[in-house]
């Protein structure tokens, strides 16, 4: 069958609006969740079992279907926990960064004054701030661990959520439909919460898909350059880190978690600018 017969018929299954390359992208990042959610059923074996008889194995190799590293360790199942350990601190990071700029920039719109100055003036400065630079010195001088690299990757991108809660905050009130509210007696927490949040959740939402595939990258780096996840846990970024010594004797070691990377960012873009193409009213 012809490939452009089998693209109607792939058109056809799909919901209507809903393009193929969008379709995909759900689809993978369904598999990565579900890869990292059963991570434990899903590897062959432990992450740290290592077979010494069969090292650096290629692909396709009995019982090893992605090869195996210079330890003779699984790469696929090494990699399957990395999908969960990177995806975990992602998530992590991505909502702590939404829920903290939010917070900011619902503050700065309810207090103005001196508050207000000091959330644009620490907006300012961490945009101005190379945070590669200060994650480095921050790991270098405290150590890497998983609840501190998740809260410092938590800081990557807070002054986006800031600056887009506060604008939309008190476009929001010029509106009058908050102070209405206010009017007949409700608390500020209940008029941000239940009035203004909602209806400045969907360009939240579609902030943090965008910051998602850079707080991956990020997590990626630091991993690369020995200040991330360290072993025995592995993560994407670690991965690659110890592939690299191998690249042309063994490329496999490397190459399938930046191909992991690679897809999984790439999903995550192209689903969150569908995303903001159906929400955004003013593009449709």
Same mark, same amino acid.
């Given at each position: 069958?012809?490939?452009?017969?089998?693209?109607?018929?792939?058109?056809?299954?799909?919901?209507?609006?809903?393009?193929? +390359?969008?379709?995909?992208?759900?689809?993978?990042?369904?598999?990565?969740?579900?890869?990292?959610?059963?991570?434990?059923?899903?590897?062959?074996?432990?992450?740290?079992?290592?077979?010494?008889?069969?090292?650096?194995?290629?692909?396709?190799?009995?019982?090893?279907?992605?090869?195996?590293?210079?330890?003779?360790?699984?790469?696929?199942?090494?990699?399957?926990?990395?999908?969960?350990?990177?995806?975990?601190?992602?998530?992590?990071?991505?909502?702590?960064?939404?829920?903290?700029?939010?917070?900011?920039?619902?503050?700065?719109?309810?207090?103005?004054?001196?508050?207000?100055?000091?959330?644009?003036?620490?907006?300012?400065?961490?945009?101005?701030?190379?945070?590669?630079? /200060?994650?480095?010195?921050?790991?270098?001088?405290?150590?890497?661990?998983?609840?501190?690299?998740?809260?410092?990757?938590?800081?990557?991108?807070?002054?986006?959520?800031?600056?887009?809660?506060?604008?939309?905050?008190?476009?929001?009130?010029?509106?009058?439909?908050?102070?209405?509210?206010?009017?007949?007696?409700?608390?500020?927490?209940?008029?941000?919460?239940?009035?203004?949040?909602?209806?400045?959740?969907?360009?939240?939402?579609? +902030? /943090?898909?965008?910051?998602?595939?850079?707080?991956?990258? /990020?997590?990626?780096?630091?991993?690369?350059?020995?200040?991330?996840?360290?072993?025995?846990?592995?993560?994407?970024?670690?991965?690659?880190?110890?592939?690299?010594?191998?690249?042309?004797?063994?490329?496999?070691? /490397?190459?399938?978690?930046?191909?992991?990377?690679?897809?999984?960012?790439? +999903?995550? +873009?192209?689903?969150?600018?569908?995303?903001?193409?159906?929400?955004?009213?003013?593009?449709?």
């Amino acid at each position: 069958m012809a490939l452009a017969d089998i693209l109607p018929r792939t058109r056809r299954l799909l919901p209507a609006g809903l393009p193929v +390359s969008v379709a995909l992208s759900l689809f993978w990042l369904a598999a990565m969740l579900i890869c990292a959610a059963l991570a434990d059923l899903l590897r062959p074996y432990p992450i740290t079992r290592m077979d010494l008889a069969a090292r650096l194995a290629p692909p396709l190799t009995p019982h090893h279907w992605l090869g195996t590293d210079e330890l003779g360790r699984d790469v696929l199942s090494r990699l399957i926990q990395s999908v969960r350990v990177s995806l975990v601190i992602a998530f992590g990071a991505t909502i702590l960064s939404a829920v903290f700029g939010t917070t900011l920039g619902f503050l700065a719109a309810k207090a103005r004054g001196w508050v207000e100055h000091a959330v644009v003036m620490l907006a300012d400065f961490q945009a101005a701030l190379p945070f590669l630079i /200060m994650a480095l010195a921050v790991l270098a001088f405290f150590g890497s661990s998983m609840p501190l690299l998740v809260g410092l990757m938590g800081f990557y991108g807070w002054e986006r959520y800031a600056r887009i809660a506060r604008g939309l905050a008190i476009s929001a009130g010029a509106q009058g439909y908050a102070a209405a509210v206010v009017q007949l007696g409700a608390s500020p927490a209940r008029v941000y919460l239940r009035h203004i949040l909602p209806n400045v959740a969907s360009t939240l939402i579609v +902030s /943090m898909t965008l910051t998602f595939p850079e707080i991956v990258l /990020m997590e990626s780096g630091l991993s690369f350059l020995g200040l991330g996840v360290q072993p025995p846990e592995t993560s994407l970024g670690n991965m690659v880190g110890f592939g690299r010594d191998y690249l042309t004797t063994a490329p496999w070691i /490397m190459l399938a978690p930046a191909v992991v990377i690679t897809l999984t960012t790439l +999903s995550i +873009s192209l689903a969150g600018d569908w995303l903001r193409d159906r929400l955004d009213p003013t593009i449709r």
